[in-house]
């Protein structure tokens, strides 16, 4: 299945061999480095033990943006409750079979953030969904590797029941498509003076929650976008051609 494990600017070469380890005992491979503070490096490959392979293969990347590439579903990974951003958040558990079922049509991503403070908000805005891990509210505080261990395991124990094998007929639009609609939204906003009544200045970023959300295939992006092309040739005083 295509599923990877993104490790966002990971700061202790010891927990990315660490989160190798944890996930080849779980048969999740593909790794992706983003900004990682040293790699490769002795510790990560000692600390990998056996998985030292994950390692070798692991892709290294300078953005979140570019690991999520082609992804048709992205979880976030969070500790905390986020119930300011208005994203769905589900447990690892819950989380297992939505992954499983969106890796027949594509490369899915589960996102873990750095050891010290986590995914910041901007590198939530790259997911669809969150994945809280449930803590001790007195703490919380899960090492990285431990984290990937959690998420691997639900995953090996949702690969072992029954689920549905059919494709979609329209495949998920991956994370650069939604981007795009993003972008295009974000020019029709500013063209029709389309402002957060309710402040905050954080209108862009609704929206692409709500797309994020509502699982959009190709189809339906390009539709939309098809829609905002329209109503941005009206704003700017145009004709369509």
């Known amino acids: 299945m295509p599923i990877r494990f993104i490790l966002v600017a990971p700061s202790h070469p010891g927990n990315v061999g660490a989160a190798a380890r944890a996930m080849k005992t779980m048969g999740v491979e593909e790794l992706w480095l983003v900004a990682p503070a040293q790699y ?25 943006s570019e690991a999520v590439q082609g992804c048709t579903l992205v ?8 119930t300011a951003l208005y994203w769905p958040v589900m447990t690892p558990r819950e989380a297992a079979p939505k992954l ?56 090996r ?31 029709v906003l500013a063209a029709v003076a ?7 200045g954080h209108l862009e970023r609704r929206f692409a929650r709500i797309f994020g959300r509502a699982e959009l295939d190709c189809h339906e992006v390009n539709m939309l976008r098809g829609l905002l092309a329209s109503v941005l040739v009206k704003a700017r005083g145009g004709a369509e051609s």
């Open 40 to 64: 490769p490096h002795p510790e990560a490959t000692a600390l990998a033990s056996s998985a030292a392979d994950l390692l070798d293969r692991a892709t290294v990347v300078d953005t979140l």
């Open 75 to 82: 979880l976030g990974t969070s500790a905390r409750l986020r």
């Open 100 to 155: 499983l079922e969106a890796a027949v049509d594509g490369p899915v991503a589960v996102v873990f953030g750095t050891e010290r403070t986590g995914l910041t908000n901007a590198d939530f805005e790259r997911c669809n969904a969150l994945i809280h891990i449930p803590a001790n509210p007195a703490y919380e505080s899960l090492n990285l590797s431990q984290a990937v261990q959690i998420v691997a395991y639900e995953l």
């Open 157 to 187: 124990c949702a690969m072992a029941l029954p689920r549905p094998e059919a494709r979609r007929l329209v495949p998920l639009a991956p994370a650069e498509e939604l981007d795009r609609l993003n972008a295009h939204m974000g020019q």
């Open 194 to 200: 389309f402002t957060d009544r309710a402040g905050g």
